[in-house]
């Protein structure tokens, strides 16, 4: 079996996968958006992708099981039509994407969406929003879009889903009951486009175990754990790491 054998691609790869699993199963994936900017240190960001996609669909599984009774049918029916418009963007797009502007995009998303945490906080004030065509549609292709391209569909699905204050259960289900249908979608195109060679997929094999863990972890952790550190450490290390990319990209672009 081929696979990736640099032992800074596991260093960066491993709490990557475990980071996504734990954030995907625990607390609605909105940081699994880390785990590609993360690969992407050490190998191109189509290549982190690739070795991703398979262990999502993994732990999909996993998770579906555990909320399948818990998930919001309204917010699905808005979000998922519009998700696969997003795909089929990414699709066609898919060649015309150099990896300066995928790792531009990836930096963007990585940093705009921590600084809009950081800045705007909780406003204890507000009350639940409802979910909207216009808004989810916008939203929900922007999330199959850049799901598609980096599997970070989930800042766009939160940025939806988090004002309307589901509860916890009934948030991460959606979430999970959305990138399940997403991720399977993505096998075809990803397939077809070539990116899954012998090494990323062996490297995805390899990297099985860890998912499993993290996975397990996040569904142990989802009432047990102090979620304010977690997410504390994670948005530093997305910032950071979507810091790195958007260096590596402005100098790819000049060269």
């Known amino acids: 079996m081929e696979f990736i054998t640099d032992p800074f691609f596991f260093a960066v790869a491993i709490p990557a996968v475990l980071i996504a699993g734990v954030s995907k199963s625990g607390f609605g994936g ?94 204890a004030g507000d009350s639940p929003k409802s979910a909207t065509w216009g808004k989810g549609s916008v939203l929900g292709s922007l999330a199959g879009f850049t799901s598609f391209v980096a599997h970070a569909g989930g800042p766009p699905v939160s940025v939806f889903l988090l004002p309307q204050r589901l509860d916890k259960s009934i948030f991460v289900g959606t979430t999970v009951m959305f990138f399940i249908v997403v991720n399977y979608v993505k096998l075809v195109p990803y397939w077809f486009l070539g990116q899954f060679s012998s090494a990323n997929l062996g490297t995805s094999a390899v990297l099985v175990p860890v998912a499993l863990f993290g996975t397990w972890l996040g569904l142990w952790a989802h009432d047990k754990v102090n979620v304010i550190l977690f997410y504390r450490v994670c948005y530093c290390l997305l910032f950071f790491t979507g810091l790195k990319l958007l260096w590596d990209a402005v100098v790819l672009m000049s060269a």
């Open 30 to 123: 909105g940081l699994g958006v880390i785990a590609v900017p993360l690969m992407a240190l050490a190998v191109s960001p189509q290549a982190a992708a690739a070795i991703m996609l398979p262990i999502l669909c993994l732990m999909d599984l996993a998770n579906v099981w555990a909320y399948r009774k818990r998930w919001d049918r309204r917010n699905m029916l808005i979000l998922v039509p519009a998700a696969l418009i997003g795909i089929l963007i990414g699709v066609l797009t898919f060649s015309y994407l150099s990896v300066a502007v995928v790792k531009l995009i990836i930096a963007t998303i990585a940093i705009v969406f921590t600084l809009d945490h950081w800045l705007r906080g909780k406003k």
